[in-house]
Each structure stands twice: as structure tokens, then as C-alpha cells.
């Protein structure tokens, strides 16, 4: 089976054990996280090969990172080494009402230099399917949106698929920037993640009668905004996660696809929270796992939406569970009995 | 007071920390359980003397698994040395909606050579008044069953009271060989534990409705259930435990006892799941406390699911609860207020 | 800004990782505690200077203790070292329906030789505002209290503010002892923590209806034990909060405050527990920090019950958030968004 | 076999992991330790049963230090449960020239409200051949002296070996006190271990010529002092370890046997510590194995000096080796190949 | 650069963590490895294309194992996945005077139903140059010498180097039956590593005058082995390690290499030991390496001996350190600066 | 008693527990670092009062960095907060041959920003007597020499004290770089402390015979540099350490004074390391105390070299002793008695 190709940073992300505070912590439990590269990771776990292309650092941290993608089956062999550091980040895992808190240490990772012409695309997807990336990547400096835009047309001209996830970060990036850059890549989508305050801050959509804090959630509003980017982008499928926050602790979890003007939604999770870092991309992942798989529409989200639900029962970002463990859920009750 | 005399296996229990799954582990935390030696464990925090029958290899693992059950105050002055090997499993805890997970590689541990005339029963009944054994035991291998005919013959001889937890497992013998074994040690049997699954795949008696999957409990179909069986092997007492699965993270818990044509519902607790391997095997060990004890039969059972209950609190497999915690939670509220 | 004066016992606590019985534990989680510590603590977290005075031994655990409160902020200029030991208790953490217990060996800690002359109270209180206190440290021995008695008059003399939590503790003193010491305290105080229990069994002060195990409070009640304590101690401010144990996993939890004939509720939160030790302290220091800002009586309850609320979700017993995170609990909505 | 029984203090140590200073730790590695104690462990691993006396509090870490005695299959069934506190000890690991240090905090311990009459003698020594209990015991409150001597004419009632390490003092008791008590105990001792220092201190009894600061030993001062200590007080055993202090991490040890007017030294090793605490116990434990076997007198040297230098290379204060580990090193070249 | 292929089996290795004994340890640190997989990793460290070839079961812990080969880049895509069991070991590490000491758990293991035509040499050797095997694949079952004696056919049809590693394990097969087997596999093999103890246990070649006990080495009689075993079996190359034993802590450390007709011996070494495991396994490693890059007789050995050296720095087995480490090592004085 | 000043970095250190690489950590130990940090943390240690001047980010991990100071003891009341991150390194932990590596990720840190007129001078030495930095500081960014001249010229109006280390680190700058940005400091230095690769690399001064490789001193060689620089820059006090590497695990340890034309050399200590990182640091605050202390130049030489002999038993960077525990060395033997 031929690749997916998953584009953008690879950070060491550093975190106390437990529920410690920072400033408790005499220790840091360490992973090594990046929007795509979860995606290619928990592709990976499904079976499908998966590719990382990315920039690191040449010492013993950059190789640590790669070694980590290699150890859950991703491709590293079209990662680039050089750059002064690997980006990072510190996490404070929440729990109840205190939230979980993210202080990011990321600007001028090694792949900020890269731009266009710096990665073969032609080796690349040579062997390949399927690019994705989000918005995070073309946010990181002032040559990612070309490197992007490299990405994207050099994966049109070999056919491939394209997938992006808005994934908008304040931090990174002003709404007008993310938009004035996204607007030049969604011509190359076919499959856009975006949820709805994605969809506001960087395509200006708003559905109305959603607040994000309270967990009461629009799904009608969702409809419209995901109508409204299909035509304004020509974009065919449009999803999202639908998360209602109780408490940092529990959450109410679906998911939701637009295709072809119709709208399909999955069955909704009451989860218990291990971690939920990496929720939307593992969502991102089962549902390029259902396309490639060509499940129909209902059974594409509803594999999504119970990888994404199985993502919050498991420490740290990578989605560490089979197709199968998928299946049982989509198919089961969640009951959690023992499986000997 | 005189001894309960358990009979099964001993194996090392492998598990990762916390809720990392077994790729992610560098390290697993290790306790040594078996349904009966645990059964043994909590009667002794429970002030009962216990003594467990079974064979480990002569090599240090074999040693520290015993000295795990000295620990507890349980007697191993019968155990038998010997063998190649200590039988083992590695257990993945799930959460939400993600079960646990358990991989088994025991056979050939070293109980499995056992077999008739292999213990001194004599020696073994001389001070005992109790003989527990579950039904993993006779399907570990081909002597096994012997070795169970044997032990509860003797302990006919010796006058002790027999409890068996019919505990059907799919991986170690087919449905019809455990029922072929089992209805040759029923006659034997005092006390009986089977929930509705064990019934239905040992005994082949189904009494419809219940889903263990959904976490739907038809208490009049257990109810008809126990009087089959107590009326097709004279057996004075059944009991089962009620789990309502909500998700590997919560369950509703109560148990049931049948004596004398009447049946004892416990009350039922909702939990949050510190760990609920060990679960059944504490509630064996609350109900033998019971009737140990001579409470009267809801007392009895009321004992046994609060004792149950608690051991979902507890970490491995277990019940380190005391008789007066026990007792605290049945006339208690189970608010948990801290006690200082 | 001038200091809050905390003065009472240091104490190392002892506790298993996780949700292991001591029993099972090779090793201890180590805090420094003591209820006015605690408050010393989270006072320091939210800006206001605080230095705590106590007396501890003149070795490296004593030395250690001092130190986290520095870690903290919170100065230890007025600490005397002296004495033959540091008390100490250890902690089970509870799950479900297993409470947390507690095991004190508290007794000759160093503080319990301090008296009436034993501190230098006109340095202390040379740059302070407010003095707090517990019913705990009197109760320690029988120098303790005159060494509060004089606390408290040097207090009034320099114009300090002073607040006491009652908190009972039935294995430090007897109900008498502790009412015939505690009102000669209370003349002095003007913010007075007291929870129902202590109510009753300190001043004798009982509403009726509540029953602390059920988790059922009676808000009435409450307000009724309030207007006594104001009338007959002339305390301006009487505060209380209001835990419902569901279970020691799940509690719903809020707070009232009374003052100038009137009451003020706060919302009311459902906390999924990591640790429940310190709650009464956190509360107090919220209870400290709204009066000190001046904040209206309502807002005061609010910010006191949603640091509280807060505490619950940190590891030990210092309350280790800032006064902004308290805030964005008392303006948001708890929901437990990842803040990036 | 008949048991041996040791008499004396439990204590709980607590030490921060690896190399830290107390004021660095987070947690503390935990484990119960006292001379007579670790003595009964050692030959419980040798093979001979033991059961140790004393009095523990009756709370969860009672009960916990008396189940690690059971684990290494110490009897504890003459323990009594009563008393407000278990003693304890923090111990920091040195390391080259930092030396280990110990902080106690034992004074109070449940054993030292027992005297005279409080053990029932008549039942523990009924089945037992020998008694050890070291100088420290009798140094631990007002009673102990009593309850030693008590011990001590009793077991020579029942025809019982006793054994007595001197193991001096200085935080317990003056050297006046301890001569005065160890001068009315040392009558009923058939074997002693004293060190130089020990022998001074509480004997009055000087070699010359050796410095312990300095590692240079002088064994024919110590053969003197030996003599001296046989003759005065009608011992026939005489024995003591000859430690090299090099540093913290690095010993040179041997051993020395007086009997019968000869002198038996052992091999010496050159070690490489991972713990040294309770090297001296292990000494008397090996000792005291070697006379039960009737080795000769050099042979039991040899054992009793190997199976402490193997001590020096085990975590926490039990000597948790075979008595066929100590016959090979005793045999063997000690050269640290892997067994497989 | 064309691949080296190990062939062997795949072990999960359990030790306590630091120095505890098994009956000491509630967790135990995992490893994974084999004799011949941990060449493979040390090969890929430096860079050069390694894949094993073994057979998992096809469970968790199986995947866990091949994941871990492929984090440290060697391939695992001719693994077979089938078989009941992975093999395992556990290892308490020694110190001192104490050696340590493994367990093994591998009977029945998957590679042990594998035999000739199991698997598909055409393809594994298709890009491949080298084949690497010890004499522990051939013992493990009745069918592996076939699979070796397949695989070392197949190994020459496709013009590759053969590498062996005599490694006897006394309780995997008696010396009679190694000799039988070995002799029918050596006339394939160019390069052979046997240490004295494996030349005289399988090929019955002593030289005298050596004792591995004392550490004493007596490399003239090495040199007169080394040149029978040439003669007798057409093998070029032949190495040995040069282990003297002063403790588990410490050891000397240098190597052989005998290759027409002359001997080349390493610098000497003196190591402080973290973990010796895979000692051997490095050192091949270092030789395969230094051969492959067609060093000079005497560099290669250097290389081989330095990079063993650093392998006892490293936890685990496998030897994680990049040639270039190795050659600073050999150019360098091994003084241990900081690397800044 | 007046403060002294350090100026300087703070640093996030980040190492795998134990001898692990990075490649195999799942969790990093992390402590805060920076040279001159160091030498206010271990001069708090010894009683005298510190304070820290730097800048750090105003976020979670530098509210902790902050805080350890505070734990220690060391004012952070002139430390600034902005800027957009704390600087890091990821230490790799050597053994025997394995050196230790360091890899930095430093540039762009709060305190680079910082220059002339950023730090309010006047406030910070109105109550101190002493300056310390370090060749570090001015080398961290392009207004950062200006930020130590000025720091320099101040204190020389205020009267203090000004040490310097020179510690030259060939990341940061050049030699040529170094040397024109030192030479306008080292006008304001008191006492230098300059090792023999610094004096060479940094001021051109060469001895001739040394070869820190091999650790093969050059005392002689030494004097001669310190003599130069003394006369060269009019410094007073001129010392440096003298480490003589075997390997990461053991090294040799002495120091040098050089004032008044004279030299003063301590004793040399052998020792076995936990951890060298600091060791330097370590050595300036001996000799600052020293100094400080008024002791007569061989004494302070003796205090200073013997500090830094024991911070190489303490884990992490901070030299963790007081000045008792200093003195006991230097008047001892360092033989590592147990301190009871």
C-alpha cells in the first residue's frame, strides 16, 4: 500500500508526572508530539505506511525524537537533519476545573528554515497517497506557507490526496495571517478538519449559538459552516470533533462529517479522561483511515469518532491502538470488560 | 481457628504504570496473584489463617512469589518446589472506554505437572476447615483435574466445608470439557459461585435477557439460574457477583446470594475503578468470611459485595481490606470522608 | 504589602503512590504540611506576603520542611529551631468507597514546648496584617495555649486582623478541653472558619438535619449555627464550606460565608477528586485573600470556594494556584478547555 | 529446627532515592530495619527459623513492618500490638567522602513501655535455641534493661544460646549507663560481638593503636582486647568485623573470631558499596549460622565475613542472600561473573 | 550499503530496578533482546543497514519487542508472527562480590518451532551481505540447528560473510550435542568469535593456565587455540574478548583477533561497571563493523575492544553509542571529560 | 552580614535518570542550573546571604526556576521576568569510559536581552559586599558584556568584591571574542578563577606540559600562568582546580591558590563520582567562603578544594553541604563513617 506523507514539526513535549504543577516536578515524563506526526503514527498502528517529513536537529535529541516515530512504524527517511533545535513544550496535565495548560518553546525549531525547494518531493511521493498536514505547520515561520504550498501542488501533480486540519493556534499566528496563507492552500484540500472555531478565526464562519466553554454544542450551526466551506473552497469533505467539556476530567465526545451535502454524525462517548492531547489528531487519522479504507460515510465517521474517543483513554499524543480495537468499540458498547 | 486451604496456580502478573500500554512501558509494575491464593490473601486481612497449595520453580521468582503470600500472613508451608517455570500474564489496565487487556502464558508452569497423589492431603487437612479452588485450576492441564478430584475427595474425608468459583475460562478448555470436569467436582461442592456466564458456558444454563456487554442484569433470570443449579447438584449455597459495565473506568456493583430457595440482593455501588482485576476472587473471599463467620445470609452478602466493592479501590490484585473496613462500608454510606 | 503571620505545627507527611495501602508501598511521597502552612502557601501563591512561625528541629528533615515553604515564598525568618523532632503523619490516599486515612505521630513535635514568651511576637508582627491560626495548635500540647493566647493579644495590639479555622481534631483533644481553650481564644478573632462539626462539638452549636456521611447538608442549618457564633462571640465573619461526599473519588462541593446578618452562597462545584487534604486550608487562604482585596462579600465566597474547588485537583496539600486562575474558575465555567 | 529469637526495636527508615540529600527528595525509599531484626531476616534466608519479639503500634504501619518480617519469613507471633508510635530513622546514602548519615526519632517507640513481665517468655522459648539481642535494646527506655535481662535469664532457663552485639550508642545512652547495664547482661552471653569502639566504650577496654577515621586497624589490639573481654566475663565466643574505611563508597572487610584463646581471621575483600547499613547485623547472622552448623571456627569466620561482605551489595538493611550465595564467595573467587 | 542479517531469538529481560533483589522489587525495568538482535542494534548505531530475522507471537508483547528493534532502526519486516510465547529472562544485577544472576524463562518460545524452509532466505538475503549467528539460535530446539544450517547455505549461495559467536549456554544443550551441531555449521563460517570456555566446551580446545574465575588470562594459550580452530575449520578471522573479573563493579577489559597467522590485541581497559550484559554481543558488533569498513587487523580489533568497553557504561544491552563515540575512545585516553 | 551577587543565566537541565541516554528516556530529571547560580545556592548553604540577579520568562517554568532558588535559600527578589523562554540543556550522565555530554539549547534567553541599564544596580548592592559571574554570562548574547561591565563598574562604586570564573565555553564565543570582552572585565576583578585551558584558551597564557586528557598536571606550569595573570591584571587572588581524569567514574581532586606571590596547594582527594557537573561552581563558593571568612590562604585553599571534592557526591548541580559538613572533611579523613 502506498504512503501518507504527514508534513510539520516534531517536539519533545515535557510534562509532570501525574497532576504535578510545574513547580512541583522534580521530574518530566518526555514524548515526542506534532500534529502530523500523530496522525502518521496512529495511521501507522492501523497498518497503513506512514511517512514523516520533517527537519531536526543533528544530536542526540533529534535522534531520540525520530527514533520515537520509528519504534510505532513511521517512515523516517526523508527527515532532514540540521537546524539548531528541536522545538518543545511544557504541559500541565489538568484535572476537574483546572484545566490542562500548554507553555510552548518552539520558535526557531529546525524546520522554521525550511521553505520551498528544501525537501525532494519528488522521492517523496514518489511511493505515496496521501499528504497531510494543518495549519500549525505554515504558522511555524515565514517560509513554511511556501513549503506548504510546495507540498500541496507537488502532491496534486503525483495525485495524492490531500488532508489539512485547521488546527488554528493564537500564538503562532494572527486570523488575518492564517487566512491571508490557508486561503492559498485549501485549493489543494479534499479533506478539511476544522472545527468551529477553526472555522472563525481563520475562514470567518460562525455558525452562532456555540460557546466552547459551556460544552453546549450547535450541531446545526457545525452544518452550515461545514455547507458554507464546501462551497466557498470546493473542498468534498468537511469534519470535526464535537467536544462538549464537563470538566477537564469527563467530556462528551462526537464527531461529525460533511459530504456531498449530506451530514453524517457519529454516536456520541461520555469519556473518563487520561489524556487528551492529541484528540483531533487522532480524529484526523481514523478518518483518513475510513476514506482509504472507503468505508461508507456513516461507518468513516464513526471510526473516527471511536478512535478519537479511545485516544482520551491513553497517556501521551500518539493514538496507540489498532484498527480492530477500533472496530470492537464501533461496534460494541464501550463497557470496558476485561478482554483475556 | 482453623485453616481455609486454597488450591490453584501462582503466576507473575506484568503491568505497565499507570495506563501506558505495553509498547510504551519501560518498565512493568509485578504482583503475583491466582484466583485462589487470592481468595487466601483476603481472608487473612481478614484475621482467617489461610494456607495455599500450590508448585513453584526453585529459582528466585518462585521464592518471591511465595514470600508475597508470607507477606499477607498466608501459610506456603505446603507449597512444593519444583518445576521449570512460574506461569505469567501481562495485564494492559484500560480506561474509559478502552478495556483492559490480558495476555496469559502459563502453561507449563509448574502446578501443571500436579496431579493425583501429589500433595499430602493429610498433612494439608489435619488443621483445616475450608478448601477453596475455582475452576481454572482443572483446566491448567491434563492432571489437573485429578489433582481437584483428589483435594476435594480428602477434603470430604476431613469434613471441610468446599467452595468452588465455576470462574469459565475460554483460553484454557472448551465448554465441554469444563463441563465434563466440573460436573465430576460439583458433588463436592458447598458453596458455588458462578455469575450468568459461567453458568451458561459450564453448565449450559441460560436464563435469557441479560447482555454482559451492555451492562443490563436480569436478576430474576440469575435467581431461576441458581435453583437449577442448586437443585441439579444439591448445592446448598450460590452466589454471584452483578457488574454493570458502564466503562472500564466505572461500574455498578451488587451480589446475590441463593440459600435455602431464597435469594439475598446485596446493595449496589457505583464505583470508580482504581483497578477491578481481583474483584470476583474478593467477593469468594467475603462470602467464605460470611458463612465462616455464621452471619446470617444478607448479612452475608452484604459483607461480601461491600468487601468486593472496596477491592476495586485497590491496586493489584489483592482485596487488602480488613474485616472492620468491610464491616464500616455495610453500615456505612461509603462517602469516603477521610478518617483521621 | 504587609505579611499574613501563620503560626502552628510543620509536619512531614507521609504517603504510598497512588492508590497503594501502606502496606504495599517501598517507598513514601513526602510533603511538608500543617494546616496554617497550607495557608501560608496559598496566600504566598497569590501574591500576599506570608511568613510562617513555628519551631522545628535543628537537623536536615526540619531543615528540609523550611525550605518548602521557602520553595513556596512563604518566609521562615521567625522560624526557632530547637526540639527533638518533626511531627508527622501518614496519609492513604482513598479512592471510591475507600476513605483516605490518616495516621498521626505528631506528639512532642517541636512546637509543642513553645509557649507564652517563646516568640518574639513585636519582630513578628512588625510588618504584618493579619495573624491565622487553627484549633489544631493549641490543641498540641499544653504550653500551645498560651503561646496562641499571646499570638492572639499581641495581635490586637499591633492592629492585626485575626482568622481561625476551628478544626476539631477528636485524637488531639477532648470537646471540653477544646471549648474551655477555644473561647478564650475567639474574643480575638474576626474571621472564623467553622464547619458544622466543629460548630457542635466545639461550641456546642447544633442546626439539626445534616449528616456529614450522606453527603446531605443542611444550607439552613448553617446559617442558623452562623448567628449564634457572630452573637456570642461578636465575630464579624463566620465561613464554612459545604462538602457533599459522594464518594472519595466524587464530592459536590460549595461555600457560605456569613457576615453583617447576611449570607453568601457560592456556586456550587462537582469535583472529580486528586486529592481532597488541604481543601479547609485552601478555602481559608481564599477566604483571607477576599477580604484583604476587599472584594465584595459575595465575590469573597466565590473566589474562596473556587480556590478550594481548585485544590482538589492538585497532588498534596498546598493549594498551588494563582489568584488569576481562581478568577478565571469564579468568571468561567470549569469546563477544563486545554489552555495553550 | 528449633527458631532463633531476636529481640529488640522494628523501626521504619526512610531514605531518599539513589545519592540525594533529604532536602532534594520527593519521596522516600521506605523499609523496616533493627539490629535484632535484620539479624532474624538473614537467617531466615539462611534457613533457620526465626521469630522476632517486640511491640509494634496497632495501625497500618505496624502491621506493615511486621508483614516485611513475614515476607522473609520471619515468625512475628510474639509480637504485641499496642503503644502510640513506631519508631524511625532517616537515613542519606553517602558517597566517596560525603559520609551516610542518620537522623533518628525512635525515643517513644511502642517497645520501650515494655519491661519486665510484659512478653510471655515461657511460650516463645518453647520452641527456640538461642536468643540474640543487641546493645541497643536494653539502651531504649528505663524497662528495656529489665525486659533484656528478663530475656536473658529466661533463655538460659530453657538451655538457650545467647548471642549480643554490644552495637554502642552514643545518641541512646552515656558509656556509664551502658556498662553498668551490659556488665548485668553480659553474664548470660555465650557469644559476644564487639567492635573496638564498642569494647572501649562501654567495656572500658582499650588496644591502642588503631583509628577508625583512618581505616588502619589493629588486629593484634583487637586479639588483646578480645582475650580480655573472654577472661573478665567467662564468653567463649568473641567476635568482631575489621572495616577499612577508604570512603563512603569504598571498604576494605574481614573478620575476627576469638575462641579458646585462638584467634580465626577471615579473608579480606576489597568492596564496592551499594549499602552498607547493617553490616554489622549480617556479621552476627552469619556467625550465628555457622555456630548452629558446627562449622569450625574457621569456616564460621569465613562464612560470617562473606555473607557480610555480600550485604555490603544489597539495597536496604537485610542481607537477602542463600547461605550456598555466602558458601560460594566463601569458596569462590568472588570475581562477580554472571551466573546463568 | 547492503544489510546484515542476525538471525536468533527475541527475549523480553525483567531486573529489578538498580541493585535490588527479585524478592525485593515491586516493578521490574523490561528490556528487549538476543544475542544476535543486539549486534543488529549496535550495527545500526553505527550506521549500518541491519535486519532480524525471528518469529514473535502475535500479541502485544511480541509487537512491543519488534517495535523497540525498529526504534533503534533495524528491521524487522522478515519477522514471522506466530507461536504462543516470547521467551524471556530475568536478570537481578550484581555488585560487588555478588555476580549477577539470570533466570531464563525461553522454552517453547516462537523461533522454536522454526526450521529449515520456515523462512524466505531468497528475499532476506536479496539485499543483504553478512550473515550473524550464535551458537544459542542452533540450541534452542530440535528444529533450529536445521533453520541455522539453512540459513548458513543460503548465506553463502548469495555470497555473504558469516559470522559466529560460539556463545555456549550450558543449560540450552549439552557439549556433546553443541560439538555435533557446531561442526556441521562452522565450515560456513568466516569469522568466528569463541572465548576460551566456549573453544574448550564445544570444540574441546584448551589452552591451560587460564581461570575465569581468578581473571587471570593467559593469552599466549588463547593465541594457540585461536590458530586450531583456524586450521581445523577454515576460518579466517578469529576474536575473543579478554574479560578479567575483579568484582561484579570492576573489571579489565581488551581483545583478540587472530587472522593469518597473527595476533592483534587491544589496549586494556579498566571499567567501572553499569551493566555487562551484552558485553559480548558489542563486541562482535565492534568486529562486524570494523571489518565491514575494512579497518586494518589491529584498528579493527581496537575498535571492537572500545566499543565493548563503552557498552558496560550503558544500560540494558543493547550498545547505543555511533562509531564516532567508539573512535574517540580509540584515539583517546578514556579520561571521561565533559562533552560540552 | 552583607550579600553577595551573582549575575548570570538560569538554565532548565534535563537528564535521563541514571546512566540512561536520551534515546532511552521516557522521563528526564530536571533541576535549574547556571553557573553563578550555583555558587549562590552553595554559599546560601553555608549561611551566607545570596541574591540572583537575572531575567527569566514569566511563565510556569520560570516561576519554578525561580523557586528552587528560593528553596535554597537564595533571594530572588531582583530577578525580572519577560522575555520569551528560559534556556535549557539536556545533560547525558557519562560512566567510566563514556563521558558525559552536554548538548545546549540556550541562545535567545530571557537574560541575552538584557544589557547596560537593565538591572537596577543600586537597589541590588545597597546591601551586598560581593559580585560573582562567570566568562559564561558576557558570552551569552551582544549586550550582555555591556550588562557585566556595567555590573562591574558598580559594584566597584558600592565597594564589593568582584570574583569571576573565567570558564570559557567554546559555543558561545570565540577565543578572540573571549579574550577582547575580558580583558575590559578582568580590570574589576578581585580573584580569578581560571583553569589552564581557560588561562590559554581565553588570556593566551600557556604552562606548557599539561594535557587535561590524560590528567597529567603541571603544577609548576600552573603557578606560572597564575603569576602572569596575576602581574598582567593586577588580580590579587588567582586560583583554579586541578582534576586529574581516569575516567567519568573516578577522578583526582585538588585546587590551587595563588596570592601575594605565593601558592598554595590543598590536599588531593580521590574520588568516586556521582556527579562532577558543578564542581567548578562548587569550588568558587569554597573560595568565596573562604575568603568571606577571612581564613588564612591555606585554609581557604583546604575549604574550598574539600567543598568541591563533596559536590561531586551530590546529585544534580547544586553543591548541597554547609560549611560544618565542609570543615569535617577538611579536618577529617573522608573515610566515610556512617554519621549516626
Not at 476544522?194 to 464562519?205: C, R
Amino acid at each position: 500500500m502506498k504512503k501518507v506523507i504527514g508534513l510539520g514539526d516534531l517536539l519533545v513535549s515535557f510534562s509532570p508526572p501525574g497532576y504535578q504543577r510545574i513547580i512541583q516536578a522534580n521530574s518530566f515524563d518526555i514524548s515526542y508530539t506534532g500534529a502530523e506526526a500523530n496522525v502518521c503514527v496512529s495511521l501507522s498502528c492501523f497498518g497503513i505506511p506512514a511517512s514523516y517529513v520533517t527537519r531536526l536537529p543533528d544530536n542526540a535529541v533529534g535522534k531520540a525524537a525520530a527514533a520515537m516515530l520509528n519504534k510505532f512504524g513511521v517512515s523516517t527517511e526523508y527527515i532532514c537533519y540540521g537546524g539548531s533545535r528541536i522545538g518543545l513544550l511544557y504541559l500541565e496535565k489538568g484535572a476537574s476545573q483546572r484545566p490542562s495548560r500548554v507553555i510552548y518553546d518552539r520558535s526557531g525549531s529546525a524546520i522554521c528554515e525550511a521553505g520551498s525547494g528544501f525537501f525532494d518531493w519528488d522521492s517523496i511521493y514518489q511511493d505515496a497517497q496521501w499528504l497531510h498536514f494543518t495549519g500549525i505547520t505554515p504558522a511555524l515561520s515565514s517560509t513554511t506557507p511556501e513549503l506548504c504550498l510546495e507540498a500541496c501542488r507537488k502532491a496534486k501533480e503525483y495525485g495524492l490526496t490531500v488532508s489539512c486540519d485547521l488546527n488554528y493556534r493564537k500564538k503562532l499566528w494572527s486570523t488575518q495571517r492564517a487566512r491571508q496563507v490557508m486561503e492559498k492552500l485549501l485549493p489543494y484540500v479534499d479533506v478539511l478538519i476544522a472545527n468551529e472555531e477553526d472555522a472563525e478565526k481563520v475562514l470567518g464562519l460562525k455558525p452562532g449559538g456555540t460557546n466552547v466553554d459551556t460544552g453546549i454544542l450547535n450541531i446545526e450551526g457545525y452544518m452550515d459552516v461545514a455547507e458554507q466551506i464546501s462551497r466557498n473552497y470546493h473542498i468534498p469533505y468537511i469534519a470535526t470533533t464535537l467536544r462538549k467539556s464537563i470538566s477537564a476530567s469527563d467530556n462528551q465526545w462526537s464527531a461529525l462529517l460533511y459530504h456531498d451535502g449530506k451530514t453524517f454524525l457519529s454516536k456520541e462517548y461520555r469519556i473518563h479522561i487520561v489524556n487528551r492531547v492529541g484528540g483531533g489528531d487522532s480524529f484526523a487519522a481514523g478518518l483518513i483511515y475510513g476514506l482509504l479504507q472507503q468505508f461508507e460515510d456513516q461507518k468513516t465517521i464513526e471510526f473516527a469518532a471511536a478512535a478519537s474517543c479511545l485516544k482520551h483513554s491513553i497517556e501521551y499524543d500518539y493514538n496507540l491502538v489498532t484498527a480492530e480495537e477500533v472496530m470492537e468499540l464501533v461496534n460494541g458498547s464501550g463497557s470496558g470488560r476485561v478482554q483475556r
